[in-house]
């Protein structure tokens, strides 16, 4: 008998959702078969979001193969006289390499959309994916489902954040990202990055972090001394356009109230913050105001 439990992700979307697992006493549906397909007649999912697989893993699958041959069947689905799967590539390639002239094939009618989808879950489960790898199957679904990342996220079993996470790193210049998916910079590496907004000061950086085998926390460090110089910069200069007039007034305004001040003024619409630390300085200054 075929087992058809493919993990409790692929369960919740091919139950429609229901999320019921399959049982020994589960009636297999109408647009469903089990058949043993030549794996010629096999082809890849154009959905699946892992881009390469290692040759020692392969190898290592296929020794298993030999030994023990397919027990979980491959999910497919029919494309003209062929087969597209949807979920099981590396046993497939694993299959070819053993020398295995068919395979077991569970087919379904399944839709794009769903093939997207349990392209991604199948990989997730087992964390086969890079972190660039998971951030476009994730970018691909939001896309192609045009739903929410927390509904993305229920789907897949993340945390929201967790998804907003691997999207945000699609942020990067490319050629960081290249780095994350060889393994040349983390994840935590990217995250820290991407505090800094500017391509090239991100690229800058992260070449840094490389050759100095800088730790997450190092790099997070540098991140925050270039964002302080950066701010430094963009004041210096925004105090040499603005108006004396604008300095003088926060000057004064500061020694009056004994406590920061600063005046963001416009043609239509102006601004004075007067920056307080706690309650007490608040009503301290509230008082100074009111007397004046």
């Known amino acids: 008998m075929v087992d058809r439990r493919l993990g409790r992700g692929l369960d919740f979307f091919l139950s429609g959702g229901r999320g019921v697992a399959a049982t020994p006493n589960t009636k297999v549906p109408p647009d469903e078969e089990t058949l043993q397909v030549e794996t010629g007649m096999l082809g890849p999912n154009p959905f699946q979001p892992r881009r390469e697989v290692a040759e020692s893993e392969l190898a290592e699958l296929a020794a298993s193969v030999r030994a023990s041959g397919i027990l979980q069947p491959i999910l497919a689905r029919r494309t003209g006289d ?107 590496h990217a995250r820290a990055l ?57 000057e004064s305004l500061a020694e009056v109230l004994a406590t920061p001040v600063s005046i963001r003024y416009g043609r239509k619409k102006s601004q004075i913050v007067i920056e307080c630390a706690g309650r007490e300085q608040f009503e301290r200054v509230f008082q100074k105001l009111k007397s004046l």
């Open 82 to 188: 062929r087969f597209e799967i949807v979920a099981g590539e590396r046993r497939w390639r694993a299959a070819k390499i053993a020398g295995l002239e068919r395979v077991p094939v569970l087919v379904r009618k399944i839709s794009d959309e769903e093939s997207a989808v349990f392209a991604l879950v199948e990989n997730i489960q087992r964390e086969d994916l890079n972190a660039i790898e998971k951030a476009r199957g994730f970018q691909r679904l939001l896309q192609k489902l045009s739903i929410t990342q927390e509904e993305i996220a229920k789907r897949v079993g993340l945390d929201r954040s967790t998804v907003a996470n691997f999207v945000r790193l699609l942020d990067l210049p490319e050629e960081i990202q290249a780095h994350v998916s060889r393994g040349t910079l983390s994840m935590g």
């Open 194 to 250: 991407l505090g800094l907004g500017d391509a090239a000061a991100i690229l800058k950086l992260g070449e840094a972090a490389i050759r100095g085998a800088w730790s997450v926390r190092a790099l997070e460090q540098h991140v925050k001394d270039a964002i302080a110089a950066l701010n430094a910069t963009n004041k210096a200069k925004s105090s040499r356009t603005r108006p004396v007039w604008l300095n003088e007034l926060e």
